[in-house]
């Protein structure tokens, strides 16, 4: 079984919580969380739905793996459609919510409607109910969590909320749970305000113990560890220096995006880098790494504890944030440092602090703040326009951005929209680096040939976890590619994708397919579900529920052309690094790519390829 | 003649204490060394040695004796890492 096969529906515009059975057809063909939950939200909205509207619907989804002892089985999922990019959003978390849902007798959660004052809502177990968040309403993620614990006399409870960001309906805001775990991606926390909740509170006491066969399960559970535990990347590299040890690599390559995808390398990354990470400051003689933290069951533990330095200005009056807290994850310490051309280690933590605080997605916030910067710097936005002076390179710019969009004032409330609106409302349009809406991670397209088609076609705008080729133009994983090659790339491209829809759908971590393969992950789902998860039943899967989140897509509205790239990747070439005088080339990779997927030459899925997966 | 040469992670040990902070060290070598050469000269354990580029540019391990190296070249080696 492994699912609970119980979904809670709750409607907040009448205030009531309901159980229902989960529809077992569905987790056949679905199989769980991102899928599964694809497939209800799918059936449930009108794809073209205004995303903060009350008809929009937000869901909560758990795989099948969610809280059993299969290592990194802690993810939920938050399935919606996106306010950033009017597509479907899906956002993936960590940390202990997912499992503790789980554990409280939860498959998913469906939220619809809208509540007529803020709201959150509490689960014990098989009890859930709507309470008041009006003494919430204007406080940050943190003081949530922790005033929900305090109110509920439970330590143990697990949180799921957002910060000023989400009611004030930046467009890319997180919901974040376990201080600074966050479904980050598309604004997902943008629609939970959008419906005046605050928070989803859990605590759950049934464990999950309906595993189909348990002592199979055992051994396949026991067999993946040893194989996470031998191997070099997940049972050395990623705990010890965690995704910033990318900084360096991605930089000295030049694939870096830097000051707007200006150029590809940044002559600040050493400083902000994993490296840097564990070294003694002079300041106080500590090292900024704490120490590293795993998520519920994960026996990889790539998180990133910090500690800010005291006397940096950001915090120098500010005791509050002088405490070991979340990050800097590659992603983040990018989109801050890199994009902007800031160099201040301690002030890209401040903000990612920040981020974590009020939630907010640092990737589209700091890509939007390298697109204010280069607007500043050409003149079309001024410094009484903007409040402060941004250019290139100002951590004070950064720092003080970061607390106007979280707090939603002046000038951050600009910011707030993203980057695309952003750069279109001061005629440039050109300047954002975004796909359908959505800001790029820490990779470039032109240097990366495989990145480039990811971003064009990844279902949920701008992303690299919808497919990660720099797995294989990067690290060799499970092949060694040359990114600067686009033969080969549209094939390998598909198998990326259906698989990271299957891995998504499991409740594991996408970051075990760094040691992990198929072959790995088959007899843990096989063991744990009932009916058929051969190997081959997994990729349909995960092909299909891809097709089905493009099928959504175009009825939303969007068409081939929505699948590409700004023109400064399509036409102005890496300046320095192993791909000097590049760019991405799209239009060698697309028409293949369209083909091998069964897809008009218009990416419409054609009727045979609808019929082989069953759509 | 003179390159740089960078190792990263856990290869930073392999560096002088005072290289360390930069990851970087400039070497004279002689004249036409390998790649393979200097992986060699450093005594990095083989192990550890897993993502080599030449000014950003991949070494595949069959290349990496033949990888002759010029004056200004940037040899960097880090051990297995990913990320995301």
Redesign the interface.
């Known amino acids: 079984m492994a699912w609970t096969r119980k979904i809670l529906r709750v409607n907040l515009t009448q205030g009531n919580c309901v159980s229902e059975p989960l529809n077992m057809a569905w987790a056949a063909a679905y199989l769980g969380q991102r899928g599964l939950a694809s497939k209800y939200l799918v059936s449930e909205i009108d794809p073209k739905v205004d995303p903060l509207a009350p008809e929009n619907k937000i869901i909560y989804a758990t795989g099948p793996l969610t809280g059993t002892m299969a290592s990194t089985g802690g993810r939920y999922s938050v399935i919606t459609k996106g306010p950033l990019t009017g597509v479907i959003a899906c956002s993936n978390s960590g940390g202990f919510f997912g499992a503790e849902l789980k554990s409280a007798g939860w498959d998913m959660i469906i939220v619809e409607g809208k509540s007529p004052r803020p709201v959150y809502l509490h689960i014990e177990n098989e009890q859930a109910r709507l309470l008041s968040a009006d003494d919430l309403w204007g406080r940050t993620v943190w003081a949530t969590e922790g005033t929900l614990k305090k109110r509920h006399q439970d330590p143990l409870l697990r949180v799921s909320s957002i910060g000023r960001a989400g009611e004030n309906q930046v467009l890319f805001a997180a919901i974040v749970n376990d201080l600074h775990r966050a479904a980050g991606r598309s604004g997902v926390g943008a629609v939970m305000g959008s419906k005046n909740l605050k928070a989803i509170a859990v605590r759950g006491t049934l464990g999950v113990g309906n595993i189909a066969d348990g002592k199979a399960f055992m051994a396949a559970v026991a067999a993946g560890k040893k194989v996470l535990a031998e ?3 997940t049972g ?3 705990p ?7 900084m ?2 991605i930089n ?3 694939a870096s995006p830097t000051r707007n995808h200006r150029d590809v390398q940044f002559e600040g990354a ?1 400083k902000i880098s ?2 840097a990470m564990h ?1 003694k400051r002079a300041t106080d003689g500590r090292t900024h790494l704490v120490t590293n933290q795993a998520c519920f069951g994960c026996t990889i533990a ?1 998180g990133r504890i910090s500690r800010i330095d005291e006397t940096h200005f950001s915090v120098d009056t500010k005791p509050q944030y002088w405490g070991a807290n979340g990050g800097l994850e ?2 983040a310490a990018w989109a801050l440092g890199n994009a902007n051309g800031v160099d201040d280690l301690e002030a890209l933590q401040y903000a990612n602090l920040l981020c974590n605080e009020d939630g907010m997605d640092p990737i589209s916030f700091g890509a939007t703040v390298g697109a204010v910067m280069e607007l500043y710097e050409l003149g079309i936005l001024s410094e009484d326009e903007i409040g402060l002076a941004a250019p290139f390179g100002s951590a004070e710019a950064l720092c003080r951005l970061a607390e106007m969009t979280a707090h939603g004032e002046g000038f951050g409330k600009v910011v707030g929209q993203g980057s695309k609106r952003l750069c279109t409302r001061y005629g440039r349009p050109d300047l954002s680096m975004t796909v359908k809406g959505q800001e790029f991670p820490a990779y470039d397209g032109r240097a990366l040939q495989g990145m480039a088609l990811a971003y064009a076609t990844s279902n949920r705008g701008a992303c ?2 919808r497919g ?1 080729m ?2 294989s133009e ?4 499970p092949i ?1 590619t ?2 600067r090659e686009t033969a080969g790339k549209p094939e390998l491209l598909k198998a990326f994708q259906d698989a990271t829809a299957t891995v998504d759908s499991t409740g594991l971590c ?2 075990t397919t ?1 040691a992990w393969t198929m072959n790995d992950i088959q007899p843990q789902i096989q063991a744990a579900c009932e009916g058929d998860w051969s190997l081959e039943s997994l990729l349909r899967t995960g092909e299909r529920i891809w097709n089905l989140e493009r099928d959504f897509n175009l009825a939303a509205g969007i068409t081939a052309k929505d699948d590409t790239l700004p023109p400064r990747l399509l036409n102005e070439p890496c300046q320095t ?3 000097k005088g590049m760019v991405a080339e799209l239009g060698k990779m697309l028409p293949e790519y369209y083909s091998l997927r069964g897809w008009t030459a218009d990416g419409v899925p054609t009727a045979a390829t609808r019929a082989r997966l069953g759509l | 003649m003179e390159i740089t040469f ?1 190792l ?3 290869l ?1 040990d392999y560096l002088p204490v005072e290289a ?4 970087a060290l400039s070497l004279e070598v002689p004249d036409g060394s390998t790649v393979a050469a200097l992986i060699d000269a450093r005594s990095l354990p083989t ?1 550890m040695v ?2 080599v ?1 030449v ?4 070494i ?1 391990p069959a290349q990496r004796a033949e990888r002759h190296l010029i004056a200004g070249d ?1 040899l ?1 080696i ?7």
Request: charged share 15%; with cysteine.
């Open positions: 191997n070099a990347v050395q590299g990623l010890t220096y965690g995704t910033q040890v990318l360096n690599v000295e390559m030049g050493r994993a490296e070294e790539c590659y992603e690299h976890l990660y720099v797995s990067v690290f060799g994983i060694k040359d990114p996408t970051f760094f690094g192993a791909s | 960078k990263f992670a856990s930073s360390r902070r930069t990851n192990r897993h993502l580029l000014n950003g540019q991949y595949p940037v960097a880090w051990p297995p890492i990913a990320g995301g």
